[in-house]
Structures are given as C-alpha cells and as structure tokens.
C-alpha cells in the first residue's frame, strides 16, 4: 500500500509540469500499468546496481575438512548496514559442522554430543547457523582481514573501505556422514528489508600475492545475492518531508500520518521514554519511540529555498532526529532535483553527484555528515538535528520558481524513500492562480486513476 501512495504522488507530479495535457495522461497510464504489472518490489532506480554479495571461496577441501572464506560485500552506493550488523544464517543441505572461525563466530554452539569423544568440540553443530562478525579490539589470534566491525557495512559512496566483511571457517561433518563439501542454501543476512537467493557457482576468486607477481586462486566459489526492499522493511515509511521559501508566508508541514497514526510509542516534545523501554538488547533493532507529532516520523527533512541572486539561488536543509531510541551513525541524504546538476558549494556536508546509468543526466546528489563533526545524527533533542545550504547555479533555460520547480522531486534518508507533501500544496509564487481548468482536469483524472490504482493493489 505505501509503494501505492508513492506512485500516485508521482503521478500528481506529473500532473503539475508544463507538459501538454495528453502527455500527462499517457504518462499517469503508463505507470499505473507498471506498477499493477511489475512482480517485484526490490528494484531502485536511483541505484540500478545496488546489491550485497556473500561470496564462498574454497581454499583447501578433503573428506571431512574444509577451508572456507566467507565475503560479504555492500555494493549500494547509499544505503548501508548500521548496528546491530549483519546476520548472516544458511541451511546445511548435509550433516556439516563448524569446527572452527576467525573473523567471525556463531550465536549458538547447539548439541555437539556426537562429538564428545573426540576430547575438542566443534564451534557449532546447529543446522541452521548465525554467524555474527567479531567486534572492534577482538583478541588479535581470532582476527582477519577485514573483520571485527560490528557488523557495520558502510555504502560504497560514503566510505568505500569499510564495506566489506570477511571471516574463515573451518568445516567438518558429523561422524555418520560422507564428508564431502555441500554448498548450503537458504541465505539471510539478518537485516530487515533485504532477502538473498541461493548460490550459484561463479568463476573462481584470484588471489595476488607475493606483491603482485603471483596470482592463486579457489578451488570453487559460489556466490548469493541480496537486494533490499523498503516495503519488506517496513510496511510503514520512516521519513517525511516539509517545505518552506522566502517568498511563501505559511511552512508546508510534512502530510498528517506519514509514517502512522498510532500514539502508542510517542512521548512529548522534550520528554524522554520510560526507564524500561529505554533498556534493550544491543544486538537487536530498537523500536522506535518519537516524539508526538501529526506526522509521527522518526526523521524529519526540511526543504527551504532561502535566497535568490541573480545567477544563483540558496536552498537550507535540516535532517531533524525526532527518535529518542536512536542515534543514526553515518547518515545519509539522497535528492532528486534536476538543478543539481549545477552545485556550486555544499557547506558543513559531504556530497557526491550519483548517475547510475552514465548517460549524462545529473540530477541525483547524496549528502553525508563530515567525520567527526556532524556524521552522527543525535536522538531527539535539542542538538538532534544536522543541516547544510546549497549554492545552486540558475540555469536559464529550465530554473523556475514557478509550479514547485524549486523543490525536490524525491528525497531519501539512509536509503528509505521520505513521503513527500502533494505537490497541490507546494509553495507558490504570490502572483501564481493556483486555481484553472487545467489544473482542475489534471486533479479529476489524478484522482481517477488513483482510486483505480487502490483498487488493484
């Protein structure tokens, strides 16, 4: 239901360019039939290629003894794996047990007594395994290559060293059982939202060594792949937007119940939860408690086009924490504006220009807190909130303030899409006639073929 309002607020969009009427409708037509046809909710057309891999390489295999390297590797250009971490779990197809790991270990040990004449015990016998990545200042002798954060995989834009995980195991198998290597199935990574696809077999990994002048590699590799979906997420969004200019008296406010209605898990404006509910287990996902708002966010965006010059215009954006449970660590924002194509200077924040497809539209930026100064987004209070300006170049063929040009098209916070006001209540230009035939057309066949939508989903 949430992508549902997504797409009809696209088509309200679509509805308030400066297209001819007819345009408009073939264009509202055509993605409600895409979004009644299309069988899967896992695509991001802001990151085509957005995707973690867990890659197995065989290093060594004999009957009853195999050496295992396990990557996981974050290849989103935005969203990343904040704490708790990952998860990884699988499915042994056969009777295989964990006998040892570094980089890495397993929540449970399970029933090991088939094992107990053995005089050492594996590190796990459960059919099903979770494994979890070693924290930061593990013991030296349990470490290897880039291991032991917590779980933490970062976006490739925003940190490109840090968002690979990896851990080596050691797998034998029960005594009853023939010993040969089975690639298990059933992957998760333990990460709301994401969902992962069996292994299939891939050319093996080449190794370089001896500094370059030899390459080894694995006797066999497969490979899985998870993709992230905010409706698995999250039936309901986590962020809205508001809107402001200087040449607009009244502030757009996020829509009534964004992310929810319910005030069951919300406390006043500087008031903080209970004792009780603030205790809770660091290694899962903390329910969020915002503070009572109409919109019930636990992140608020601001969008103010601040000042206009003559060959530039100034815009104000302020990310506002309103979650007491929560700090968010290496945030992120993701617009979508076709002015971005001309930043001049971004202040207090990191930026980086994003064109997936490389074919010369530039109209997606992704804005990131500076290290150590404001990369941390506080829970909610007085200090929970970051905000930066951007210095836009005018281009004189396409810049208007006219129609909510001035506003973002999309926004996104860590990689979630934010509910955007309806573009009938944008700001506007004092001398803009909000009211026409045209306009009231363009809303009648919107909401039309927006109560059609409803009905199919």
Not at 224 to 247: E, G, I, T
Not at 409 to 419: K, Q
Request: aromatic letters at 12%; proline letters at 6%.
């Amino acid at each position: 239901m949430f992508l549902s309002f997504l797409f009809i607020h696209r088509l309200f969009i679509a509805c308030h360019t400066k297209m001819g009427a007819k345009l408009n409708l073939v264009l509202a037509v055509t993605i409600i039939l895409f979004t009644i046809s299309s069988p899967s909710h896992g695509y991001d057309p802001l990151d085509p290629f957005g995707k973690i891999t867990i890659k197995w390489d065989l290093l060594l295999s004999s009957p009853g003894h195999h050496t295992v390297q396990v990557k996981l590797e974050n290849m989103q250009e935005y969203r990343h794996v904040d704490k708790p971490g990952w998860k990884l779990s699988w499915h042994w197809e056969s009777k295989q047990v964990i006998w040892d790991m570094r980089g890495a270990e397993t929540t449970e040990q399970g029933n090991c007594s088939a094992f107990a004449s053995s005089g050492t015990l594996p590190h796990c016998c459960l059919r099903r395994p979770t494994i979890v990545d070693l924290l930061p200042g593990a013991p030296f002798n349990t470490q290897v290559s880039n291991c032991c954060r917590g779980g933490v995989l970062t976006a490739m834009s925003q940190d490109h060293t840090n968002h690979v995980s990896v851990f080596h195991m050691t797998i034998g198998s029960f005594p009853d059982d023939s010993g040969e290597f089975t690639m298990p199935s059933n992957f998760d990574i333990g990460v709301p939202g994401y969902s992962c696809d069996n292994a299939t077999s891939v050319a093996p990994t080449k190794y370089s060594t001896d500094k370059g002048r030899r390459k080894t590699q694995a006797l066999a590799t497969w490979e899985a792949v998870c993709v992230y979906s905010q409706f698995r997420s999250s039936q309901s969004p986590k962020c809205c937007v508001s809107l402001s200019a200087f040449y607009y008296r009244n502030i757009v406010p996020c829509p009534t119940c964004s992310c929810g209605c319910s005030s069951s898990h919300c406390v006043k404006p500087g008031e903080m939860p209970p004792y009780l509910e603030q205790k809770h287990d660091p290694e899962e996902e903390v329910t969020p408690v915002v503070e009572c708002t109409k919109h019930m966010c636990p992140i608020h965006i601001h969008w103010h086009v601040k000042v206009n010059y003559r060959e530039y215009w100034r815009v104000k954006i302020t990310a506002t924490n309103l979650n007491t449970m929560k700090n968010y660590t290496d945030w992120n924002l993701v617009v979508l504006h076709p002015n971005l194509k001309s930043v001049e200077q971004v202040f207090s924040f990191n930026y980086k220009s994003l064109t997936p497809y490389h074919n010369g539209i530039n109209d997606t930026g992704m804005f990131w807190g500076v290290k150590f100064y404001n990369d941390v987004l506080l829970q909610a209070g007085k200090i929970g909130n970051v905000q930066t300006e951007l210095l836009l170049k005018k281009d004189m063929g396409n810049f208007s303030f006219r129609e909510g040009w001035a506003f973002p098209r999309r926004i996104l916070f860590n990689g979630d899409e934010c509910v955007m006001p309806s573009p009938d209540d944008y700001p506007r230009l004092p001398s803009y006639a909000s009211s026409s035939s045209s306009a009231a057309s363009c809303s009648f066949v919107t909401i039309l073929f927006s109560y059609l939508l409803l009905l199919f989903v």
